[in-house]
């Protein structure tokens, strides 16, 4: 983590800066906050990364439950955002407005009503030297009963405040990093059409993609007007809405039923088989009906293709397992063939855990590991393949833009015992990891679901991946959970 805790002004940035603002004199009960880091890239690029469309989704931390009520705007003078943040059972409702825009330098952030009794953030972007910037952001803030629970309350909002930030911070050159590697691969910004785009993974590809640049068209279910740049899919019919995919460069298919939102019954199933084998089937015949097809179609997949395997390590040339994710799987990758004999680039992205504190199994588990109740399931022994939700979305741009990569490519970063993720897990919450769950409990609890989900092996390498060069993110299990929940390391400094 490059950033660091300051007081004041940020020291040296006024010698090389490019917009000058006067700074508010702190009234006695206010407090101020400051953070800054240096990022490896322009400084009227970053700017114009916290300008486009998708960059409040891509800043907001996972463990953070926020959300975006509305928007008047982006972020130029006088433009306003209305969010509500959830603390527990409560929910509060935050007005902010934009002022003091200067074009490629600074925009500030005033609460018009929220939780504070007064809140000022000002964002500044100041050239550093050719190539890199400075990032500062300044907040200027005053609690609500400040007399009655100020110091108390002020520790944990600095702390908190140093998290965002830390996160906010390292997203920008994260993200910025991978749109730079691959802005040469594409001629021009790409016009993209994606599938699941509500679900962890969709939403977070298609703010990433905006801030990269591309023009992404969400695609909905159903035919009704939605926002201006939307797609429309009945995936029961296969109909795609006449002529409106023409221009689409690329699709990224990711729907499907959610595999763990209920006991597999023999009706599950079957929706979760449709879900992804009839309804891919459909789309890539109704694509590849059109007179002008898309460049390359990347649909989801899942490592469940390998089965219960044990500590074999597999790699995409190997045949698929036995069990019902496996036909699943198998199903779904042969459903895209109509695309591939009409000679579009297909991609079946063989995806393992994403991990994400804002979904899907990480969720899942925090309850019982934040109440110090986690542990390993049944022997502990199975592998569990994983990759970090930054890194599954810059696959899908490394894939997109590489013409080499065909067929399955494994998306995963690392695998890792079950008792080994369980004591990591522990570790990052400060918390012991010591209550297993027995096979039989998991049986019990969650029937056929246990045994392929929970409880199978499957230790899969990206070997695809690596021949193409692609460098993972966030490659190391801890520092993927570390990031993902917030527990930065304390960052020196006083503020």
Do not use: C, N, T
């Given at each position: 983590m490059t950033g660091s805790r300051i007081a004041g002004a940020a020291p040296g940035l006024g010698a090389r800066a490019r917009c000058v603002v006067e700074d508010i004199e702190l009234m006695a009960s206010n407090r101020l906050f400051a953070y800054r880091s240096r990022i490896a890239a322009p400084a009227d690029e970053v700017f114009?990364?916290?300008?486009?469309?998708?960059?409040?989704?891509?800043?907001?931390?996972?463990?953070?439950?926020v959300r975006e009520l509305g928007r008047t705007g982006g972020i130029e003078a006088g433009a306003r955002a209305t969010l509500e943040l959830r603390l527990g059972f409560f929910r509060l409702r935050w007005v902010v407005e934009h002022r003091d825009f200067v074009e490629g330098c600074q925009f500030r952030d005033v609460q018009l009503a929220g939780p504070f009794a007064h809140w000022d953030h000002l964002h500044r972007v100041e050239a550093d030297e050719p190539g890199a910037c400075v990032v500062e952001d300044r907040v200027e803030y005053r609690l609500p009963f400040d007399t009655i629970a100020g110091p108390l309350l002020d520790r944990f909002v600095r702390r908190s405040l140093e998290r965002l930030f830390a996160y906010r911070h390292s997203t920008v050159a994260l993200d910025l990093a991978v749109h730079r590697t691959y802005a040469s691969c594409f001629a021009r910004p790409q016009r993209i059409a994606v599938t699941g785009a509500s679900g962890l993974v969709g939403s977070a590809l298609c703010a990433f993609l905006s801030t990269g640049g591309h023009e992404v068209r969400r695609v909905v279910r159903a035919p009704a007007p939605g926002p201006a740049g939307e797609l429309w899919w009945d995936p029961e019919t296969g109909n795609i809405g006449g002529d409106a995919w023409a221009g689409v460069d690329a699709v990224v298919h990711l729907a499907g039923e959610n595999l763990a939102a209920a006991r597999w019954s023999a009706e599950v199933k079957d929706r979760i088989l449709r879900s992804r084998a009839e309804a891919t089937r459909l789309l890539s015949q109704a694509l590849a009906r059109q007179e002008r097809l898309p460049g390359v179609f990347v649909s989801a997949s899942a490592v469940g293709y390998y089965g219960n395997r044990g500590d074999e390590v597999l790699r995409e040339t190997d045949p698929p397992g036995a069990g019902f994710l496996a036909r699943v799987c198998r199903e779904w990758e042969?459903?895209?063939?109509?695309?591939?004999?009409?000679?579009?680039?297909?991609?079946?992205?063989?995806?393992?855990?994403?991990?994400?504190?804002?979904?899907?199994?990480?969720?899942?588990?925090?309850?019982?590991?934040?109440?110090?109740?986690?542990?390993?399931?049944?022997?502990?022994?199975?592998?569990?393949?994983?990759?970090?939700?930054?890194?599954?979305?810059?696959?899908i741009v490394h894939v997109l833009a590489n013409d080499s990569l065909r067929g399955p490519v494994n998306a995963v970063a690392g695998a890792v015992t079950n008792a080994e993720f369980a004591r990591t897990l522990g570790r990052v919450l400060g918390r012991p990891a010591r209550f297993p769950v027995p096979s039989v409990v998991a049986r019990v609890l969650f029937g056929e679901m246990a045994d392929e989900m929970l409880l199978a092996s499957a230790r899969v390498e990206p070997a695809r991946l690596r021949e193409t060069g692609y460098r993972f993110l966030l490659p190391d299990l801890e520092s993927a959970l570390r990031r993902t929940l917030g527990r930065f390391a304390p960052l020196g400094g006083s503020a």
């Open positions: 114009r990364w916290h300008a486009r469309q998708g960059a409040f989704a891509r800043l907001a931390p996972p463990w953070m439950s042969a459903a895209a063939q109509p695309l591939v004999a009409r000679g579009v680039r297909v991609v079946h992205v063989r995806a393992g855990v994403v991990l994400s504190a804002a979904g899907g199994a990480l969720f899942k588990m925090l309850p019982a590991f934040r109440l110090g109740l986690g542990g390993r399931i049944g022997s502990g022994r199975q592998y569990l393949s994983w990759i970090a939700l930054e890194d599954i979305l810059g696959v």
